[in-house]
């Protein structure tokens, strides 16, 4: 009699759950946005939001809380209640502030991953007037004149500038960093040839090479885009294994119940797949992955180490 009660109670603490994920969302979902309202994590984590509303029958709020680089609305979602009802779209800012800075959260402890969303690799561009029309004659300038060459970024310690420093690694190259408040205040001075390349977003940068002001070389992803495939890879263009590709994903807080993580990345996975959503992704450069939790639970890890031997190489330090 012990055994068959001991036996029911297990069947019905598992049943629970699941149970309670089937029957969620019953309020409002908040997705919360670490950056300022209008940029393109914002603008895809409300075409994200909308088609969640849709699917899920209950409103989900895009909630931008920028400051400290992204950390302040990630640690909003770390110590959230962890039942599914706050959740964090996070860039790649949200990997590296805390190799930089000390925040308050932990990458991995404080997450649990739900989806590796979309990944967007970054545009390596020159000034039209530098003496370079390839990757290779980029490097071989560098060479030549070592210490004379300008890259701007974003900012210190930004995607963008990470990039670099990985580049200016691999190449073996003596490159200056000249850092900016956005990537919007560097590209003037790159077109005005103050500075002689940057890496930046595709939707930044096209309208200026199609103007002729400024040369894209290469593309800091794995693989070539769909909708640019003028432009090789890096590792194609002449600096093998090179891979710097930001990633846009969704993470809730840690310990939330595992069936509701699921059903969100099927949710989102599902999202992904609408022509509207992948049209506007496009514009930006970014391509769908739809990851599963565990495939980017170990893509966090990975990029942890990664970034961080490039941070301790090139002696990056927090503002």
């Not at 956005?182 to 103007?211: E, T, V, W």
Request: charged share 15%; net charge positive; with cysteine.
């Amino acid at each position: 009699m012990l055994n068959l009660r001991l036996l029911s109670m297990l069947c019905l603490s598992m049943s629970v759950p699941w149970a309670w994920a089937q029957d969620y969302p019953t309020k409002p979902v908040r997705l919360i946005v670490p950056l300022a309202p209008g940029g393109g994590v914002d603008n895809f984590a409300r075409g994200i939001a909308a088609s969640l509303t849709e699917s899920l029958k209950q409103t989900v709020v895009v909630d931008n809380r920028a400051g400290a680089a992204g950390s302040l609305g990630a640690g909003l979602v770390a110590r959230a209640t962890p039942d599914g009802y706050t959740l964090l779209m996070a860039s790649a800012s949200f990997l590296i502030y805390p190799l930089i800075n000390p925040g308050p959260y932990d990458p991995v402890r404080d997450f649990a991953p739900v989806t590796h969303a979309v990944s967007q690799p970054l545009l390596l561009a020159i000034n039209s007037v530098v003496p370079a029309k390839t990757v290779s004659e980029l490097i071989a300038l560098a060479r030549a004149k070592p210490g004379t060459l300008n890259y701007g970024s974003s900012g210190n310690g930004g995607f963008p500038h990470l990039a670099a420093e990985l580049f200016k690694a691999m190449t073996a190259t003596n490159l200056v960093h000249i850092p900016y408040k956005g990537a919007s205040a560097a590209l003037p001075d790159l077109i005005a040839g103050q500075i002689q390349f940057m890496f930046g977003g595709l939707a930044l940068i096209m309208p200026h090479i199609k103007s002729g002001k400024l040369r894209g070389l290469a593309l800091s992803g794995r693989t070539r885009l769909k909708n640019a495939p003028e432009f090789p890879t890096l590792h194609e263009a002449g600096v093998p294994g090179f891979d710097a590709t930001q990633s846009y994903g969704v993470l809730a807080p840690a310990g939330t119940p595992r069936p509701v993580i699921d059903r969100l990345q099927r949710e989102i996975a599902v999202a992904l797949q609408r022509p509207e959503l992948i049209a506007q992704l496009a514009i930006d450069g970014q391509e769908p992955v739809a990851s599963s939790p565990r495939q980017f639970e170990r893509h966090i890890r990975s990029e942890l180490d990664k970034w961080r031997k490039v941070i301790k190489e090139a002696g990056v330090r927090g503002e």
